[in-house]
């Protein structure tokens, strides 16, 4: 009997668990079907990939869509929007809304809001306070929480967990990996006091890492001390690199695409555009971030997507908000990266898809495999393109890397079989759903 699929992708060279190789790929009701020759099958719809490379889909596990509160800047939608057009298929959104992601009611109404609104997968980071901890428990294994996140530093309000006692009561009642934000928010306190004139790296402080190894140092002691898994996110500098090496059996870490592209140069070209918290350093960080790519340190890839509009980046510093657009050129960098050697293809689909999945318990994403969701980014790795402001889709229409030419480009996004994205066009009404993971099911 003929083989029936609903989306047949012929000829591409498929990236996955089994290597890299040309293969079809068969696509049903939702699911990938089946992998192999499938030139004597049918299909509702049949597409030529040859040229192309299908990966797993790419999950950015760290943006700041900024709904509710702050509509003007980004929403569920637009930052959605700008996720599938820049080939990634799932994302998890940060606490620090207004109100905040603290409680079932806030949650609930975040996953409201956002299905069949946005135009690829989701879930909702949970923030940690002082005032819930004993609920997060509980609060971890809701519909579309994606787990429990924690401001050791840079914030304000009930989300700024600034004392080791708070942080052993968050992680003496969390299950899942949490997700930590690990900056000693003294020596913050010191930075943003200074009123410095000019670019953000006017002044030594603004680069001084202590503020990082002195927080993620403690979170290792509190973590060990509790038995917790614990994810350190943004990491920025060659000496947490270092400490998180001698600690990888409780702590997973991230880096951003920012921090691996850009460095303390960079401020004098764009200034505040490229302000971020942890800050962007000086280019020994940044390869030392690399390094700690090529050795296995580093577990995934986060955009760490925050935008603020023009006019609010253009307050001299340190009145400029920290903060950039990140999800929708995430791919397009790092293929750029992958074309210069930097790293290999599955190095980069083990960061994206994979890493994900495994850290954080995705189920039923972060491989090109059979019975997996249909999660796809088509990509062609010899496009040559400039990324543009005009590209954005963010609602504040701007990228720090505005003339940059980059080599490696996402051509297609699939999300659970629906061809949500092909050649740069929504072809798709928008359909995201919760992610589930295995630890709520």
């Avoid at 599938?84 to 799932?90: A, F, H, N, P, T």
């Avoid at 020994?284 to 050795?295: C, D, I, P, S, T």
Wanted: with cysteine; net charge negative.
């Amino acid at each position: 009997m003929q083989q029936v699929f609903d989306v047949i992708l012929s000829g591409g060279a498929l990236v996955n668990q089994d290597g890299e190789g040309a293969r079809d790929v068969g696509l049903r009701d939702g699911k990938i079907a089946e992998i192999g020759d499938l030139s004597r099958a049918s299909a509702g719809e049949t597409i030529d990939c040859r040229g192309l490379h299908i990966l797993p889909g790419v999950i950015d596990s760290q943006v700041h869509f900024r709904e509710p509160g702050a509509s003007h800047k980004e929403d569920l939608e637009s930052g959605s929007r700008g996720a599938v057009l820049g080939g990634v298929v799932g994302v998890f959104d940060m606490p620090n809304t207004n109100p905040l992601t603290t409680g079932e009611a806030e949650l609930a109404d975040k996953v409201a809001r956002a299905t069949g609104r946005m135009h690829c997968d989701f879930a909702f980071w949970v923030g940690g306070t002082h005032e819930n901890a004993r609920d997060l428990s509980e609060l971890e294994r809701l519909p579309g929480a994606a787990g429990v996140k924690v401001f050791m530093g840079s914030s304000t309000g009930s989300l700024l967990i600034a004392d080791d006692a708070g942080i052993a009561d968050v992680l003496s009642h969390t299950r899942r990996r949490a997700a930590f934000h690990s900056e000693d928010e003294d020596r913050l306190n010191l930075r943003k006091s200074l009123r410095i004139a000019g670019d953000p790296s006017s002044h030594p402080v603004w680069r001084d890492v202590e503020t990082a190894v002195r927080s993620t140092r403690r979170l290792m002691n509190i973590a060990r001390e509790k038995g917790a898994l614990v994810h350190v996110l943004h990491v920025t500098t060659e000496e947490e690199i270092a400490l998180l090496a001698e600690h990888k059996d409780i702590a997973s870490v991230e880096v951003t695409p920012h921090h691996l592209t850009m460095d303390a140069s960079d401020y004098a070209r764009i200034g505040t555009l490229a302000q971020m918290n942890p800050p962007v350093r000086e280019a020994r960080h940044r390869e030392a971030l690399w390094r700690g790519v090529a050795q296995g340190v580093v577990d995934v890839l986060g955009s760490d997507h925050a935008p603020h509009t023009l006019e609010e980046k253009a307050k001299p510093y340190p009145n400029s908000p920290s903060g950039m657009t990140g999800v929708q050129t995430l791919v397009p960098l790092l293929l750029d990266h992958v074309n210069a050697g930097r790293l290999t293809l599955q190095r980069f689909v083990d960061l994206t898809s994979a890493g994900p999945a495994r850290l954080f318990g995705i189920a039923g994403k972060g491989r090109a495999a059979v019975g997996y969701d249909a999660d796809l980014t088509i990509i062609d790795m010899k496009r040559r393109e400039t990324i543009r402001n005009s590209w954005i889709a963010s609602r504040v229409g701007w990228t720090p890397y505005d003339g940059k030419e980059v080599v490696g480009w996402p051509v297609g996004t699939f999300v659970r079989g629906v061809k949500v994205m092909w050649e740069g066009e929504l072809v798709t009404p928008s359909s995201g759903a919760p992610m589930r993971f295995h630890a709520a099911l």
